[in-house]
């Protein structure tokens, strides 16, 4: 989100990680079961691997 190389599109997919992550993080580790939860945290993760990979984080990211 702080990257100099962000742009409007790496700063909505973080912020939408980060909020879909903040909903159902709880809720997918005390219900495993809960495939729901369990996908909206696959799907953040995405999210935030295109924001890292497209505001060019790279290996310091990666060594952090």
Do not use: W
């Not at 879909?20 to 999210?47: K, P, S």
């Amino acid at each position: 989100y702080v990257s100099i190389a962000a742009t409007p599109i790496t700063d909505a997919c973080a912020l939408k990680a980060v909020t879909m992550i903040a909903e159902n993080l709880t809720i997918a580790v005390e219900d495993g079961a809960n495939a729901q939860a369990r996908e909206a945290m696959a799907y953040a993760q995405f999210l935030a691997g295109m924001a890292f990979n497209n505001a060019s984080l790279g290996y310091v990211h990666a060594m952090a």
